[in-house]
């Protein structure tokens, strides 16, 4: 696989950072699997929304404060370990599936936080890796390679999913591709066997220094405030488009296509932004695509999955 990477010009970055790329790209097929089907099947098994919503809060809530948290079980342990847990919180959510499989409405709870406790721990330890496993010379090499990718992973997986589901009758396509998802979160463990510890340095923990410079530098607290409203927005988005288009159709076929065009826009949007976007345009380009996406969310009124698909589209293509 090294020799097929150097030919597509991502060689020399080192064997213990190709293990840390297959172990990530094993994450992102595991959780494309099942992340875009859990609200579908919830809505199924319960009737309604509230449950696939309640999934989604625990769930988000648990990763904040985890990811949190994990900085000093990081310096008490290793990267390495944190990554592992990440997988093995997954692995625990897969298996609470097949166990509760029968009243799935009260494994909910014990499945969000499972998510987000892998959630939380896992894309601790990967933001760490990325910087870790690469030195300045291979960095953006590196990281081109893994946004590729996680892009094409995540593109396929949720097709995959959407196309197995609706080939079998009532929930036994989910047991299929949550069958899968177990199988490939315990290869993606045992891939990441070998990995190399990072080094941390120092060893103490500053939440106050952290809070201080997140609070007290305006720039900073100002980038919060935006990211913090960038996020209300990606989240919203994430839980309603998918609900909406199963809610026009009540097909995850066609809820699996409609995130592999959004997705393929959104590797379109990421190449031209890179290609075309530079320092003196960044506000203008962030105007263009703040309107486009307003005037664009009124396709949402009207009737039919596919307006939802094409505000999908624009919105992968838009966001960056």
Known sequence: MEKLLGKLGYGGLGRIFYKFFYTHIGYI???????????????????DSAAAMKFNIISYFVMGITMALAVAVTKRTSVVFILRTGIVMYLLMYVTFFVMFDDLAAAMPIMATFSGLGGGTYWYANNLGLGGYLVDETRDKGLGLTS??????????????????????????????????????????????????????????????ASKIAFGNKRMHCLMIANFMKGIRMGTLLFFLNLLVY???????????????SGAMGVVGAMVYGRMIKESSRFRSMWVGTTVLAVGAFT??????????????LNSFFSF
Request: glycine fraction near 12%.
């Open 29 to 47: 097929i595991f959780t494309g699997l099942h992340s875009a089907f859990m609200n579908t099947l919830l809505i199924r098994v319960t009737g």
């Open 148 to 209: 590729m990718a996680e892009s094409l992973a995540g593109l396929i997986a949720p097709f995959i999913s959407g196309t197995i589901i609706s080939s079998f009758e009532g929930l036994a396509g989910y047991l299929v591709v949550f069958g899968l998802g177990l199988v490939v979160s315990a290869v993606t463990i045992m891939v990441s066997i070998g990995l190399t510890n990072i080094p941390l340095g120092d060893l103490n923990i500053h939440y106050g220094v």
């Open 247 to 261: 809610d026009a159709v009540a097909s995850e076929f066609v809820v699996g296509l409609s995130n592999l065009l």
């Open 300 to 313: 949402l009124l009207l009737d039919g999955p596919v307006p939802i698909i094409i505000f999908s589209m």
